[in-house]
């Protein structure tokens, strides 16, 4: 005899629920706001090296101090919120961002540099795992498009970011970074709005005070969950690790390499990003149709002949490369993400919080080791060893189905 068939959902009615469509796009455009501020740090690296002296380890500080405070506290504040939902910490922390913004425009040292950055990373520490959460709810049960949805407002904004530095701050100097703080203004507006739904709607991230008819189920045992958490962290580890040489880096290595101008290194980073942003938002839809596991391994496997070939192309194949890996290395975190929130029902906040988390913390680790790494070697090297990171993704195989259309875990006698 069958025992019961269990859908992957963590309520049967969940997906009966339509997707607010008004929420996940004010809150993806409030994520491009926040991103946007967030990128304008990579894109003064040029200028703050020049305007200090900086060593490539010192411009590799300076992220792993904004990624480190954008990463600690999130999977903290994922937990908190998923025990006590805070429908208005989202302006809060936005307005972490905005004081980060102001001292960063008055800073003239290295040292206040660093508070400043470490302001806006609190900041960010509070908005990802709140407002993938309002993605979450705001799903529908369509949570792979919701996410994608979130995550190509904040790409878009990743990309925004060196193009608006490159046309104001680089001409004008590091003051005019005070115009940025109406970006952080016009998302407290947003995010204040969005409050009030969070608000009354906080039913819809209640999973574990369900009504009898509802499913609320684990897919695998604890082990496998471990196991495959593991796995995912893995992947988050190569694929943010690589863009950290791509963020932090790239436009040291046009210059270098090419002898571009930094305005001209600031727009081929832009073109990088807006790949980034534009390959965002088919992942997480792909993984509700086909699976996310396959998502995940097209997605960082699949770029390694790109990132292998990179290193060794002249100016024009470089630009092109660079398209391509955006495009596609970016098409794996909403997959993941998805993934890992479907491993642990009732989680979705503590679950966000940790990979957004990680992701952050990988990427400032990665942006000091690699800024060390340069000084001791070149640039070139860096990017020569980067090339093989997207290898990790063959462990992806070891990964179980989830996601797709027709998924369903049946357990049989």
Same mark, same amino acid.
């Given at each position: 005899?069958?025992?019961?068939?269990? $859908?992957?959902?963590?309520?049967?009615?969940?997906?009966?629920?339509?997707?607010?469509?008004?929420? *996940?796009?004010?809150?993806?455009?409030?994520?491009?706001?926040?991103?946007?501020? $967030?990128?304008?740090?990579?894109?003064?690296?040029?200028?703050?090296?020049?305007?200090?002296?900086?060593?490539?380890?010192?411009?590799?500080?300076?992220?792993?101090?904004?990624?480190?405070?954008? +990463?600690?506290?999130?999977?903290?504040?994922?937990?908190?919120?998923?025990?006590?939902?805070?429908?208005?910490?989202?302006?809060?922390? &936005?307005?972490?961002?905005?004081?980060? *913004?102001?001292?960063?425009?008055?800073?003239?040292?290295?040292?206040?540099?660093?508070?400043?950055?470490?302001?806006?990373? #609190?900041?960010?520490?509070?908005?990802?795992?709140?407002?993938?959460?309002?993605?979450?709810?705001?799903?529908?049960?369509? /949570?792979?498009?919701?996410?994608?949805?979130?995550?190509?407002?904040?790409?878009?904004?990743?990309?925004?970011?060196?193009?608006?530095?490159?046309?104001?701050?680089?001409?004008?100097?590091?003051?005019?970074?005070?115009?940025?703080?109406? *970006?952080?203004?016009?998302?407290?507006?947003?995010?204040?709005?969005?409050?009030?739904?969070?608000?009354?709607?906080?039913?819809?991230?209640?999973?574990? /005070?369900?009504?009898?008819?509802?499913?609320?189920?684990?897919?695998?045992?604890?082990?496998?969950?471990?196991?495959?958490?593991?796995?995912?962290?893995?992947?988050?580890?190569?694929?943010?690790?690589? *863009?950290?040489? &791509?963020?932090?880096?790239?436009?040291?290595?046009?210059?270098?390499?090419?002898?571009?101008?930094?305005?001209?290194?600031?727009?081929?980073?832009?073109?990088?990003?807006?790949?980034?942003?534009?390959?965002?938002?088919?992942?997480?839809?792909?993984?509700?149709?086909?699976?996310?596991?396959?998502?995940?391994?097209?997605?960082?496997?699949?770029?390694?002949?790109?990132?292998?070939?990179?290193?060794?192309?002249?100016?024009?194949?470089?630009?092109?490369?660079?398209?391509?890996?955006?495009?596609?290395?970016? +098409?794996?975190?909403?997959?993941?993400?998805?993934?890992?929130?479907?491993?642990?029902?009732?989680?979705?906040? &503590?679950?966000?919080?940790?990979?957004?988390?990680?992701?952050?913390? &990988?990427?400032? #680790?990665?942006?000091?080791?690699?800024?060390?790494?340069?000084?001791?070697?070149?640039?070139?090297?860096?990017?020569?060893?980067?090339?093989?990171?997207?290898?990790?993704?063959?462990?992806?195989?070891?990964?179980?189905?989830?996601?797709?259309?027709?998924?369903?875990?049946? $357990?049989?006698?």
């Amino acid at each position: 005899m069958s025992r019961p068939v269990y $859908q992957k959902t963590i309520s049967a009615g969940s997906v009966a629920r339509a997707t607010v469509f008004p929420i *996940l796009l004010s809150i993806s455009f409030s994520h491009l706001l926040n991103d946007s501020i $967030q990128s304008l740090i990579p894109s003064l690296y040029p200028v703050l090296k020049n305007s200090y002296q900086l060593s490539y380890a010192q411009i590799g500080l300076i992220t792993f101090t904004f990624q480190i405070t954008a +990463s600690l506290f999130q999977p903290f504040v994922g937990y908190y919120t998923d025990q006590n939902p805070k429908p208005f910490s989202l302006p809060v922390g &936005m307005s972490f961002t905005l004081s980060g *913004l102001i001292f960063l425009s008055f800073s003239r040292s290295f040292a206040t540099t660093l508070i400043s950055v470490g302001l806006i990373g #609190i900041g960010s520490s509070i908005f990802h795992p709140e407002a993938s959460k309002v993605a979450y709810m705001a799903s529908g049960g369509k /949570r792979g498009l919701a996410q994608s949805i979130f995550q190509v407002g904040g790409n878009t904004g990743s990309a925004i970011g060196p193009l608006l530095a490159a046309l104001i701050i680089v001409p004008y100097g590091s003051t005019h970074i005070l115009y940025f703080c109406l *970006l952080a203004l016009i998302a407290i507006f947003f995010l204040t709005k969005i409050g009030y739904w969070y608000k009354t709607n906080l039913h819809l991230i209640k999973p574990r /005070r369900i009504d009898h008819g509802e499913v609320n189920t684990k897919l695998f045992s604890k082990k496998k969950i471990i196991f495959s958490i593991v796995i995912l962290l893995l992947l988050i580890f190569s694929k943010y690790f690589y *863009l950290a040489s &791509m963020t932090s880096y790239f436009t040291f290595f046009l210059i270098n390499k090419f002898g571009v101008s930094v305005q001209s290194s600031q727009i081929h980073l832009f073109i990088f990003l807006a790949a980034v942003a534009a390959g965002t938002f088919i992942g997480g839809p792909l993984g509700d149709r086909f699976g996310r596991k396959y998502v995940i391994w097209f997605s960082i496997l699949g770029v390694t002949p790109f990132t292998l070939f990179l290193p060794y192309a002249n100016l024009f194949w470089t630009s092109i490369l660079s398209v391509v890996i955006g495009f596609i290395l970016s +098409s794996a975190f909403s997959a993941i993400l998805v993934y890992a929130q479907e491993l642990l029902p009732g989680k979705v906040g &503590m679950v966000s919080g940790l990979f957004f988390g990680f992701a952050f913390g &990988m990427g400032g #680790i990665g942006s000091a080791v690699l800024g060390v790494l340069a000084d001791h070697t070149s640039i070139f090297f860096v990017y020569k060893i980067c090339a093989f990171l997207p290898l990790i993704g063959l462990i992806t195989g070891f990964l179980p189905n989830i996601g797709g259309k027709h998924f369903l875990i049946q $357990q049989k006698s």
